[in-house]
């Protein structure tokens, strides 16, 4: 795929931080995202990930460090891992302070890689704008989330079919049974009808 529109985002986002990465680290993130077990947490989902980000990036309290956690954030994905977060947060406090960023910096963007478990709430800005970024897929055209959670069954075929169904169901419901699926009130508006139609219509499939 043409890499072009990702190696202009990587160089503005340092340019807003003001930090020089090593030279290395944008191929390095690249290569991972474009692992053969990836169908979903690829380069697609970084490239629409930055493409959300653009919508919503005047909400973000500190919007260069939401935009190096969102490239981080999918930077280790194994699927029969359970630390893919927490590797992802460590490889990300490591590049900034290589880049000669503080520890404190070091540690927000961390702890926003971290968010994108989406086992809590979002608690600052930040989180929110980083978390509806990497939610946004659940409001998306019906074609694009058919397509999304073919990805996500086609990560976990190692998976026997019907645990799959099983857990995928207990996670689509979990996301259905939110008050609220969007911290921000703009994604909210955009993407809430849409997307509790998508997981409906997923359950429906599934069989739930």
Not at 46 to 65: K, N, S, T, V
Not at 179 to 195: E, G, I, V, W
Not at 196 to 201: F, I
Request: glycine share 4%; with cysteine; charged share 20%.
């Amino acid at each position: 795929m043409d890499t072009s529109p990702l190696r202009a985002a990587w160089q503005a986002t340092w340019a807003g931080l003001g930090l020089t990465p090593r030279p290395a680290l944008l191929g390095e993130l690249l290569q991972r995202h474009a692992e053969p077990h990836r169908h979903y947490h690829s380069t697609q989902h970084l490239l629409e990930c930055l493409g959300q980000m653009a919508r919503i990036q005047a909400l973000a309290a500190h919007p260069a460090e939401v935009l190096v956690a969102l490239w981080f954030h999918d930077a280790i994905y194994d699927t029969q891992r359970h630390d893919n977060e927490a590797l992802s947060a460590e490889w990300a406090r490591q590049a900034l302070r290589e880049a000669g960023g503080d520890d404190a910096l070091a540690d927000r963007v961390a702890q926003l890689v971290m968010a994108t478990q989406h086992r809590v709430e979002p608690a600052t800005a930040d989180e929110q704008v980083l978390v509806d970024v990497d939610l946004s897929i659940l409001g998306a055209p019906p074609e694009r989330f058919a397509q999304y959670e073919a990805q996500i069954q086609a990560e976990y075929a190692w998976v026997p079919a019907a645990v799959f169904s099983e857990k995928r169901r207990e996670v689509l419901a979990g996301f259905l049974a939110r008050p609220r699926l969007y911290a921000t009130q703009a994604f909210s508006d955009l993407y809430d009808a849409a997307a509790r139609a998508n997981l409906r219509r997923a359950l429906q499939v599934l069989g739930g």
